[in-house]
């Protein structure tokens, strides 16, 4: 069986056991972390980190989590609506005045957060470079300001797969004079200490995994939603190798960042706690659990499912969180403070990847070994 490292609460075996088991399976590397009341029970990693099988996963080897940093961004809108600089239900134009061209004056701050403002994709020509040089306000950021929505903002949903994450950043950005990247490093990650990144600088870039593509796939393998590929660049999708270049490490891409289970957890155990993770505060118990509040409930025009949507969050029932392309997954727990995370390097279809929610079933054994309600 292959080996595990790091550590975990007897409580948990089954976490790491069922971490041995993809690993023999499916995974190439991957670390699992659960949280409960802000501290670790299980901090553990394996495999490797390379495609080859030679690099080893270590302590501190970091992965491209995908849309599992969509809550990261999630939370810094957050916390700048529990400081009041943030109106959930105002106009994005009274931020971003460009906005309000071909009739967004309609899509509230909430609708951009709810998957419910109309933009899912870009409608004109776009490509992977369009995407890098936020700070130089690229094609990308423009082409979103001057497009009309696809229906009427708060009407229906269609997964936001990258443009939500440009959207925040540019309400972040007019509000505060720093990007999204920068704002959540000296506002989140610094304070509570986690290793999590939106932009990574290259002295990071030993420490990475790059993504391993599903089994007979090259890295020519395309981005999709729901096991059906879709236009997120309408010249053409994005591609494994775009993800692992060093262009997109550098790029500041709001729902791509880089971290490691124990950085994930960490950080949503925030929300897991009512806003307060080992001493430090970044919400008040209200600005948690206004991201639970249902924004949107039936069918997803992008994921072709029905979903619950709150304010960056999916809704499972009492349990919220996301997951990225490729199989990584955070779900928080707020009734029993738990928060779960599965990072992995490992592709998978869509439609045949269960493995963030057995990582996460295999932590509520655990809990419920702890006598809370799960």
Request: aromatic content about 8%; hydrophobic content about 40%.
């Amino acid at each position: 069986m292959t080996e595990i490292q790091g550590s975990y609460d007897d409580l948990f075996t089954a976490v790491p056991t069922l971490l041995a088991r993809l690993l023999e399976t499916s995974d190439t590397g991957a670390s699992v972390a659960v949280f409960v009341d802000g501290e670790p029970v299980v901090d553990i990693w394996g495999g490797y980190a390379d495609a080859a099988r030679t690099v080893p996963w270590q302590q501190d080897t970091i992965a491209n989590v995908w849309s599992v940093t969509k809550p990261m961004t999630a939370l810094c809108a957050l916390i700048l609506t529990d400081r009041g600089e943030l109106d959930l239900d105002a106009p994005v134009a009274r931020y971003w005045p460009e906005f309000a061209a071909a009739g967004k004056d309609g899509v509230l701050v909430r609708h951009v957060l709810s998957h419910t403002a109309g933009l899912p994709e870009w409608d004109d020509e776009t490509s992977i470079e369009d995407l890098y040089d936020l700070d130089d306000r690229n094609a990308a950021m423009a082409r979103l300001a001057a497009q009309a929505p696809r229906w009427e903002p708060g009407t229906a949903a269609g997964y936001h797969s990258l443009t939500q994450g440009f959207l925040i950043d540019e309400v972040v950005r007019r509000i505060t004079g720093h990007g999204i990247g920068a704002f959540f490093a000296d506002e989140v990650a610094g304070p509570l200490g986690a290793d999590f990144h939106i932009s990574l600088p290259a002295s990071h870039d030993r420490r990475v995994a790059l993504a391993v593509p599903p089994p007979s796939w090259t890295e020519d393998y395309v981005a999709g939603a729901a096991g059906q590929p879709h236009e997120a660049l309408r010249s053409k999708g994005l591609r494994v190798r775009d993800g692992n270049s060093e262009a997109w490490r550098r790029a500041q891409i709001p729902a791509s960042g880089y971290g490691n289970a124990r950085s994930v957890a960490l950080v949503q155990s925030v929300m897991a706690c009512a806003g307060a993770v080992g001493g430090v505060r970044l919400l008040s118990p209200g600005g948690t659990t206004r991201a639970w509040q249902e924004q949107f409930r039936g069918e997803d025009r992008v994921l072709g499912m029905s979903m619950r949507w709150g304010l960056g969050y999916g809704l499972f029932g009492t349990t919220y969180g996301w997951g990225g392309w490729g199989g990584s997954m955070v779900m928080v727990e707020p009734d029993t403070r738990l928060a779960v995370a599965y990072v992995t390097n490992q592709m998978l279809e869509p439609k045949e990847d269960g493995r963030g929610l057995e990582v996460v079933m295999a932590a509520y054994d655990g809990v419920k070994g702890l006598g809370l309600n799960a």
